[in-house]
Structures are given as C-alpha cells and as structure tokens.
C-alpha cells in the first residue's frame, strides 16, 4: 500500500511558477514510477508527466520545455517544477505510484493522491 500527499498549489500569475511536492509512504518508493496528471473542470484526467523508477522521465507535449519531474528516492518525494505557467494548465494536479510500462496511461497507476488545485490567471 502506498498512500501519496500532493502539495505546493495555488494561485500564479501566467508566465510564474510554482513547484508541486509528492510525498510517498511506503518502503518500495523507489520501485515504482511516478505520475503527474491533471483534471481541469469538464475535461478527463490527463498524463503531465513521468519518472520511472530507473530515472526515465516522460513528458506531455503541452508541458515540454516548460515543466520538470524528478524524484527524492531517499525522501520518498517526486517532485513537478512548473515554469511559464498558462491559463491552460489550471487544473487540479494528481501524483500516482504504478508498476505498468505504459506510464501516460492512468490504468498503470495503483494509487493516488488526493490532488492540489494549480490556478493560472491571464
């Protein structure tokens, strides 16, 4: 059982950044890959980005070059450093620990955190 606790919200202006903290429970953090996604109102949950726990890191296109994963293996911490922030990535922002290989997919995602709202104002 892992249970995750997002933090590191809030409101930005565009264009400012914010970094999101994931902390993890559990002694086998460092085996399992580890997930951002974000829901914004009306829309599904969708892949931000990924860090394997080899040290992979994957990437949404709308987030390249602009957002960050990395992972605190000896602080069972992964890490989402959001710069140029848009209007657009206003959402609520989930962690996720998983084992499956395809790491954009929810499916490959055991469990969850509760999410913290990012919100970008114009």
């Known amino acids: 059982q892992v249970q995750l606790v997002e933090s590191g919200g809030g409101l930005v202006q565009a264009g400012g950044s914010l970094r999101l903290s994931c902390a993890a429970s559990?002694?086998?953090?460092?085996?399992?890959?580890m997930g951002w996604f974000r829901q914004a109102p009306g829309k599904e949950r969708e892949f931000v980005a990924t860090?394997?726990?080899?040290?992979?890191?994957y990437y949404a296109d709308s987030v390249k070059g602009r957002f960050t994963v990395s992972r605190d293996n000896a602080k069972n911490t992964v890490f989402l450093q959001m710069n140029s922030l848009k209007p657009e990535d206003t959402a609520v922002y989930y962690c996720?620990?998983?084992?499956?290989?395809?790491?954009?997919?929810?499916?490959?995602?055991?469990?969850w955190g509760q999410g913290t709202q990012v919100t970008v104002s114009s």
């Open positions: 860090i394997k726990s080899g040290g992979g890191t």
């Open positions: 559990g002694r086998t953090f460092s085996t399992y890959n």
């Open positions: 996720a620990a998983g084992i499956r290989p395809i790491v954009t997919s929810r499916l490959s995602y055991n469990y």
